[in-house]
């Protein structure tokens, strides 16, 4: 299970050996452990592999979650892990995906040590990305393809019919240059919605985050409108994930402000027109201003106190300030708020009035803003699951034409399947390598 991205997966495994091998497949950092394990195996995990350890027994049963087609080890590991994260975490949790049950059987089976030896996704000398098939064939925009393509790298098919799948789409993209870059200018504006959506289900997104989540919806149509062009069948599949879900997109634009802060305490969150309510608040506190020097302008002129002016402090808030001098011209009208050495302050009925609907507004204003935030927040929630569908959607298409780039750039020719049991390669060369020392150079040696 990965909380940040809500996936959730399941397998059943012979031995204990395999299992080990998957933990380090995955590169776990905590295994939640629901049945009892021999001392030196947990040993193995513990000190060898420097994994947490955490138990649990109880579980908890989720109909939306797990599938009831599992095999009854594999329904009651997950309903376990379930039950760890719902009591470890105790916050919601509906950014989780379905249980998805997996073979290692269905996938190329290396184990960690030939991955590692492979540089797969990382050079095992240097512990980079640099010189690794992964760093050869990311031309991925979004990290959402990123993250997608280093699965597939993990993870490489054995099923013919879903290879062929993929090598269609890759040709698509292949033959059709310019689409494919303004696909990939397209690309350009998707936000990681995947992690958008848990920090939603979290409750810690942010009204950045909710404009990036509406920026990406807005991309969607035009992403969508590219593939259509293209009028192949190979990418129906991929054009059904593309939900713009347009709906969430207007409330999201329609309700924050271009300019919102992170801060989702202190105003300027929400646009002007969206609630009656708070553009009332807003405009006593734009006019307050203007109201307050209109009573200036006034009193001063009534006094005849050239010097009149009105200033403001968090302990007498706004108060008009009379130099002694000018103390008998003082108005009937005026009552003080406090003495000073070489001038007094005063205040008025007018101003106080003013000055109370201004506090008021600015109180009542942020609060306001923040109760409508939190609806807002609560109503993309319920779009989770959408939001985690185009995300698939949109990390499949940006790992596929990012591997039409890398063809077209490397010169790469698309392998055919034959009925023999052989590997036929002709004028082979090592694309990562040459990747690195450039092909020119490595030509010519």
């Given amino acids: 299970m990965d909380l940040v ?12 050996t395999l299992v080990r091998g998957e933990i380090r497949n995955l590169k776990a950092r905590e295994v939640v452990i629901g049945y009892a394990l021999s001392e030196e195996e947990e040993q193995i995990l513990r000190r060898q592999m420097n994994l947490v350890l955490s138990y649990e027994q109880e579980s908890f049963e989720d109909i939306h979650l797990l599938d009831p087609r599992l095999a009854p080890v594999e329904q009651a590991a997950s ?9 470890t975490q105790m916050r919601e949790l509906n950014h989780l995906k379905p249980v998805v049950r997996y073979e290692i059987k269905d996938f190329l089976q290396m184990d960690y040590a030939t991955k590692a030896s492979l540089d797969l996704v990382e050079n095992a000398r240097s512990g980079k990305k640099q010189g690794s098939l992964f760093w050869l064939l990311d031309e991925t925009k979004t990290a ?5 393509l280093r699965s597939w790298i993990h993870r490489p098919l054995i099923d013919k019919d879903r290879i062929l799948e993929r090598q269609e789409v890759v040709q698509v993209f292949l033959d059709y240059f310019f689409e494919r870059s303004d696909l990939t200018d397209s690309l350009k504006g998707v936000y990681d919605i995947e992690r958008l959506a848990s920090r939603v289900s979290f409750g810690k997104s942010n009204p950045k985050d909710l404009l990036q989540l509406a920026t990406t919806l807005g991309s969607v149509p035009r992403i969508r409108a590219i593939l259509e062009g293209m009028e192949q069948p190979a990418l129906a599949y991929l054009i059904e994930q593309l939900d713009a879900i347009p709906e969430l997109e207007s ?3 329609a309700a924050i402000a271009p300019e919102a802060p992170h801060v989702i305490t202190e105003g300027g969150i929400i646009r002007t027109g969206f609630d009656e309510t708070l553009d009332k ?3 006593v506190l734009r ?3 203007s109201w307050i020097a209109e009573i200036e302008a006034k009193e001063r002129e009534n006094s005849g106190i050239n010097t009149l002016k009105i200033d403001y402090n968090k302990k007498d808030g706004y108060y008009f300030h009379v130099t002694n001098s000018q ?3 003082v108005p009937a009208h005026f009552f003080r708020k406090a003495t000073l050495k070489n001038s007094e302050r005063f205040g008025t009925e007018e101003l106080a009035r003013i000055e109370g609907e201004m506090l008021e507004a600015r109180e009542k204003s942020a609060n306001l803003e923040y109760e409508i935030f939190m609806r807002i927040r609560e109503e993309v929630g319920k779009y989770i699951q959408r939001l985690q569908a185009l995300a698939q959607g949109i990390a499949t298409v940006d790992v596929l034409q990012g591997l039409a780039v890398v063809a077209e750039n490397q010169h790469l020719i698309r392998p055919q399947f034959t009925q023999d049991s052989r590997i036929d390669i002709q ?5 990562v390598v040459e990747k690195g020392h450039g092909s020119a150079d490595l030509h010519s040696k």
Avoid at 10 to 16: A, R
Avoid at 144 to 148: E, K, T
Avoid at 427 to 431: C, L, P, Q, T
């Fill in 79 to 87: 309903s376990k892990l379930l039950q760890y994260v719902h009591r």
């Fill in 5 to 16: 991205t809500g996936d959730f997966y399941v397998t059943g495994l012979l031995d204990f």
């Fill in 287 to 289: 006019e307050g201003t």
């Fill in 427 to 431: 004028k082979g060369r090592h694309a």
């Fill in 281 to 283: 608040y807003r405009r």
């Fill in 327 to 329: 103390l008998g011209n």
């Fill in 144 to 148: 959402m393809g990123m993250r997608l």
């Fill in 251 to 253: 409330l999201i634009s």
